[in-house]
């Protein structure tokens, strides 16, 4: 059965969900909120556990919650690691990038510049801490394990918005000067992007473009009429 993302028209908190589904080779199809109506009858559906999105029907499971619906998928998908020891690193490595990644959540909600000056302080406090973690591992380009994890899924998805928010704003050339000392990251993304599964999702109507310009603006609006801002 195909599961079912409901969000708005663009990438938001259902981004690293979008990945994860991906990987974990779940089939799905993208459920767009377009009006107010459209979220009142969702919510009282009953299916919004806090009354919000992402939300994620897979056969008769509804789960909120981004990262809970991460986490579902990597262990659908056999992405958490071969025992409880890796599993719990893999939940270590997720958590530390939620919180480096909230200025890519707002981006196209405030000025780019401004969130991109705070992106690439969260690249200088936490980007050193994942590559010593590639680096510690050993099993190159992987960052639990000797095989691919949630943890290198979501960590190419930051990657991966990292250089986009950047080349937007400023240029490829402070895309090179915030990621050129971190490699192996670099590495990991490279391979992460190159699965197959990954490349098929890029190319899938569930792909949704990076917030800049118009793309932005279209998703904000979208968001406030939902929202019935």
Known sequence: MTARMHYFRG?????????????????????????????????????????????????????SQSLTIVRHCARRGNLYGVDDGEASRIDEIIDGIKD?????????????????MQLAGAA????????????RNGSAPFAVGSALTMADVLLAELIESTQEALEATFGQQAVT????????????HTHVVALPAIKMFKASANWM?????????????????????
Request: with cysteine; net charge neutral; hydrophobic share 40%.
């Open 177 to 188: 000067q915030v990621l050129q000392p971190y490699p192996l990251l670099c590495a990991l």
């Open 100 to 116: 480096s990644r909230g200025s890519i959540v707002g981006y196209p909600f405030g000025d780019p510049q401004e969130a991109c």
């Open 11 to 63: 990438r938001g908190n259902s981004q690293q969900p979008r990945w994860a589904l991906a990987a974990a080779g779940i089939p799905y199809e993208s459920v767009f909120l377009t009006t107010a109506n459209d979220f009142a009858l969702l919510r009282a559906s009953g299916k919004l556990t806090y009354g919000q999105v992402p939300m994620l029907e897979d056969g008769e499971l509804c789960l």
């Open 124 to 135: 200088e406090r936490f980007f050193p801490a994942f590559e010593n973690i590639l680096k």
């Open 209 to 229: 473009p990076f917030p800049s310009g118009e793309v932005g603006r279209a998703y904000v609006l979208n968001v406030r009429t939902v929202m019935g801002r």
